[in-house]
């Protein structure tokens, strides 16, 4: 979606400069420059400073921030707004990501692109409020009911908040679904040095739109195209099983197949295209043991594997940016000549359990709760524990 | 080098943490602000860590360090054990009791009475922290001055910061005396 006027005006005072802020900060100003419209939220720790940054930069660039009644309406209120052709975005925590689990299932059934933001804290329910964690991971996965595929990715420092949400608007719009990045506290609560784009530098992508209503819900492609209302077509957005129209048919088999497996296809099918993942190998050795992680894990686990190459142990390092779709491929390919495979997170073994399931070699999990992140020390404690 | 600041909500404490680490990023260095507070924001414990490094910075949340500036007893007791030995220990002597037995092997405590100096030479107990910064930037150097005037004069209320300034260069006054 091209920036307006506006949009541009703003951001020409950002562009190219240097701050040093919070991860949340970061993430607001990457929904900025990704061409924010519309924001609605609610306020909680340790997702907080987004909201608040949006609510006051967001109506200098011509966008509209609200903070709504709760987080259910926030997500009701950003799936509308999306229907108008607004980029649009939420921020949550684990409490208030568990309250828009229903609302993102509809997002899903309606094929409606927007972006959600859950900067994971430590539960289940109020548990440490202040305190980082990486709970959230199969939530955001399967926290809706029924047959669904999702899209989320995981930064791991304060520059890939800013980056990966611009990124997450991209896929919203071109797999017309909801996207979630998966921050957590500890990388939403570090100040680090953030580099601003230059905003001709960033292609933003579009949205398909639909020639004929008639098939804004089906069709021949995957993904179809979406009509904007207010631009003189309409369409029936319903939650229920539909017809290609829009119109409900909530009895007829062959619909509900054929729509949920598109659903979940255009996802699935594309999985290579949408599926990132950074690796650090060991050039000089062939690794036996591997370490996999993701988002503020990632960082005390590559420290890890530095430590052990630099005691002359050969360990492989697979970080994934994005958490859903599964980097399957990539990960088996990584893992196809490793006997064992560490996976640290800040959860009990939620992501281990999804490695297992795509090598052959014994997985590890290398687990951290309490509300502090791993060191690198008990990492690499862990690594030479199995290495040779 | 990395550093603890660690009291209560109301301290500037957070900002202090805030100010150096600024301090490296405009001396190019790698740097981390981190820092945690309790769900009771105001009057609860405060800490602000800062990592200062050359290369890329893989711990998060720091288990030891090479300075710990504590400005309450419980901050003191709570944290001392884990500061390195041969670290650098900078306290409030009028807010802190120093316990040797829980302290590690040869460190350099350094007492001051920087809440009482900020109080009867500005007026104002919260400048107490630049004092501590201007004390620290000078015995140890972690940032260059010049960057740590220019992240104080940044980061302060505007109108301040000619007196944020002045209770900086106290500090290393202080310091000064000190050496």
């Known amino acids: 979606m091209a920036l307006d006027d506006n949009k541009r005006q703003y951001l020409s005072r950002l562009e190219g400069k240097t701050y040093f802020i919070l991860g949340d900060e970061a993430c607001a100003y990457g929904a900025l420059f990704a061409g924010l ?52 975005m939420t921020a949550t925590s684990g409490p208030g990501f568990s309250l828009m689990q229903e609302n993102i ?88 040095s953030v580099v601003m784009p230059q905003v001709s530098s960033i292609e933003h992508a579009s949205r398909k739109i639909a020639a004929r209503s008639a ?31 829009g119109m409900r ?14 659903i979940y296809d255009k996802i699935d099918k594309n999985r290579e295209k949408i599926v990132r993942v950074e690796t650090d190998l060991d050039d000089k050795k062939k690794a036996r043991v591997g370490v996999i992680s993701y988002g503020a894990s990632a960082r005390p686990a590559r420290g890890a594997v530095r430590a052990a190459r630099a005691k002359g142990k050969s360990v492989d390092f697979l970080r994934l940016v994005t958490i859903w779709p599964f980097a399957r491929t990539q990960v088996a390919d990584f893992a196809k000549d490793l006997d064992i495979i560490l996976v640290p997170e800040m959860n009990l073994g939620q992501l281990s359990r999804e490695v297992e399931r795509f090598v052959s070699g014994e997985v590890v999990s290398v687990p951290r709760i309490g509300g502090i992140p791993h060191t690198v020390d008990e990492i690499y404690d862990a690594v030479m524990e199995v290495v040779r | 080098m990395i550093i603890r600041f660690a009291g209560f909500g109301g301290q500037g404490i957070v900002v202090a943490s805030y100010i150096v680490v600024k301090s490296a990023v405009y001396d190019g260095k790698r740097a981390i602000q981190n820092q945690a507070y ?3 924001s105001r009057g609860g414990e405060s800490r602000g860590d800062v990592v200062i490094a050359d290369e890329e910075i ?53 007492a001051l009475a920087a809440t009482d100096i900020a109080f009867k030479k500005f007026g104002r107990k919260i400048v107490a922290n630049m004092i501590i910064l201007g004390y620290m930037n000078a015995l140890l150097h972690p940032v260059s001055q010049e960057s740590l005037e220019r992240a104080i ?4 209320p505007k109108g301040t910061e000619k007196m944020n300034l002045d209770a900086m260069h106290e500090g290393m006054r202080l310091a000064g005396e000190a050496k």
């Open chain 1, 37 to 88: 419209d519309f924001f609605a939220g609610y306020p909680i720790t340790p997702a907080s400073e987004i909201a608040e940054l949006i609510a006051s930069e967001l109506p200098k660039a011509g966008g509209i921030s609200i903070q709504m009644e709760d987080e259910l309406a926030s997500m009701a209120a950003i799936v509308g707004a999306s229907w108008t052709g607004a980029r649009t």
């Open chain 2, 153 to 156: 004069s940044e980061t302060v």
């Open chain 1, 249 to 262: 048919d909530v009895t007829t088999p062959h619909v509900h197949d054929v729509l949920i497996k598109r």
């Open chain 2, 58 to 110: 893989y711990e998060l949340e720091p288990t030891s360090y090479d300075v710990l500036v504590a400005l309450t007893q419980p901050a003191y007791e709570t944290f001392i054990p884990l500061l390195k030995p041969g670290g650098t220990l900078i306290l409030d002597k009028d807010l802190v009791v120093a316990d040797k037995k829980l302290e590690p092997k040869r460190i350099k405590r350094h």
């Open chain 1, 105 to 192: 299932g509809y997002a899903i059934m309606t094929e409606s692109p927007c972006v959600v933001v859950d900067v994971q804290r430590s539960g289940p329910s109020t548990g440490q409020a202040t305190k980082p964690a990486q709970g959230d991971v199969l939530q955001a996965r399967w926290g809706t009911h029924g047959d669904h595929n999702i899209i989320a990715l995981a930064p791991n420092s304060v520059q890939e908040c800013f980056d990966l949400v611009l990124e997450c608007f991209d896929l919203a719009d071109i797999y017309r679904t909801p996207v979630i990045l998966l921050m957590d506290g500890e990388v939403g609560h570090i100040r680090e």
């Open chain 1, 215 to 245: 098939e804004v819900f089906g069709g021949e492609e995957l993904v179809p195209g979406m009509i904007h209302y207010g631009q003189g077509q309409n369409v029936h957005v319903t939650g229920s099983t539909h017809l290609a129209n």
């Open chain 2, 38 to 40: 309790g769900s009771e």
